[in-house]
């Protein structure tokens, strides 16, 4: 696999050595099947998902399973999940409590600060429009901005990665706190090319998953980045 940047899950330390709590999860479960993983460096996007289709590269972290990924991958058993949030500073997080959905949002006048693209659930992808046409929501374009205006009051709840945002908000010295209302969360997997990986890989990879599952090793690493 090529090393890419998306702390905290893939990304290179101060020494220059592969980080984050995918890579972490990734070099557990390759340990425990026996199976060696080598990290390049990194390479852009559209380079690397050409590599990997060329079985260049063989292993794709945190995918979604989907029929026409299928036709060209492998995928193993979820080794975690991707999980969306509202956030809130911590001393505010308790006016939020009684929110439900983004239609709660927008009738509460409560600001959110939203990521410019991504998929966020349909009741996020329903209220979009209403909540832009009352000027309820603002954009950001990457966590650390999105942070800093929460920090700054040019909002009131963020929304993202739950694991992103924490990461983010730490490495800012900034105490918040996730919301209880839902938003949107997915198992992902480690994806494997049908040119690199063979279906007995797959079987080491899941029976390795399986035993790191039912010991707490993977709890245990998931529990440091925040989630379960």
């Not at 557990?28 to 990290?39: D, P, S, Y």
């Not at 026409?68 to 492998?74: A, I, L, N, V």
């Not at 908000?169 to 706190?177: F, G, L």
């Not at 969360?185 to 990986?197: E, F, I, N, Q």
Request: net charge neutral; proline share 5%.
């Amino acid at each position: 696999m090529a090393l890419e940047t998306w702390p905290p899950y893939v990304y290179a330390d101060s020494a220059g050595k592969p980080a984050g709590l995918d890579i972490e999860l990734a070099q557990a479960i390759f340990r425990e099947a026996g199976c060696t993983l080598i990290i390049t460096d990194e390479v852009p996007r559209k380079r690397r998902q050409k590599m990997y289709e060329e079985g260049a590269l063989t292993l794709l972290l945190a995918a979604s399973e989907t029929p026409e990924r299928e036709k060209t991958s492998f995928f193993t058993l979820p080794y975690r999940r991707e999980v969306a949030s509202l956030v809130a500073m911590t001393a505010k997080a308790p006016h939020y409590a009684n929110l439900h959905s983004f239609a709660d949002l927008r009738a509460n006048k409560v600001l959110l600060v939203s990521p410019n693209s991504g998929w966020y659930g349909q009741d996020y992808a329903s209220n979009l429009a209403p909540m832009q046409a009352t000027s309820s929501v603002v954009f950001f374009e990457d966590f650390q901005q999105g942070i800093r205006m929460i920090k700054a009051g040019h909002g009131d709840v963020i929304l993202g990665d739950l694991a992103a945002l924490l990461w983010e908000a730490h490495k800012q010295n900034i105490s918040v706190t996730p919301l209880d209302m839902p938003v949107f969360a997915d198992d992902v997997h480690l994806m494997l090319s049908r040119k690199a990986a063979t279906s007995g890989d797959i079987d080491r990879l899941n029976a390795a998953i399986a035993r790191l599952e039912k010991n707490g090793t993977l709890a245990q690493i998931r529990a440091r980045y925040g989630l379960r």
